[in-house]
């Protein structure tokens, strides 16, 4: 296995993706996404951050996470991917979720890397929000990033149109 140099600024904005063991798409389960929030909450409590985008796409999560103090991203990835697996062991989970099944055959429901990039500047925070929003449509689950629940687009003012075809900032990006 490679071996990856990560390098971490204390205080900075990061973009971060999670993406779930085989590509399994067990956040189509609502309750795997509670349970995702929730421990991303337990989270904040230990390593605290400021969140300002998030997609949840069925078989990954994008977040660009402002983290403080201390903290590195490995530090907040290690703690939710390991709150997420407790909670799903504890009943988290109905027992048909596809989270509890990956958790049987592999004993985890993630990747073993996540994926991250410090953001440099407001332009590289401005391409990887509009990443983040637009994904849902790039991977074809919608034809307008607005339709897409799990996604933290509602939250900001976009225009109408934006989204209904792969916006210019973004159309180099390949981060998955």
């Known amino acids: 296995m490679p071996k990856y140099r990560r390098y971490f600024n204390l205080g900075n904005c990061y973009f971060l993706t999670l993406v779930t063991k085989e590509r399994v798409p067990i956040f189509e389960d609502k309750a795997a996404v509670e349970l995702f929030w929730s421990s991303l909450q337990h989270c904040n409590t230990r390593f605290p951050y400021i969140k300002h985008a998030y997609v949840v796409i069925p078989d990954h999560i994008h977040l660009l996470l402002e ?50 990039h410090v953001i440099r500047d407001e332009e590289d925070f401005s391409r990887h929000m509009d990443y983040i929003h637009f994904n849902p449509v790039k991977h074809g689950y919608v034809e307008s990033p607005f339709a897409w629940k799990n996604s933290s687009i509602h939250e900001f003012k976009y225009q109408d149109d934006w989204g209904k075809e792969i916006p210019k900032t973004i159309r180099n990006m390949e981060l998955e």
């Open 67 to 116: 983290i403080y103090d201390k903290t590195t991203p490995a530090d907040l990835i290690r703690c939710l991917k390991r709150g997420f697996l407790f909670r799903a062991k504890s009943g988290g989970l109905n027992s048909s979720a596809r989270s509890l099944e990956l958790i049987r055959s592999y004993g985890t429901v993630w990747q073993s890397r996540y994926y991250d």
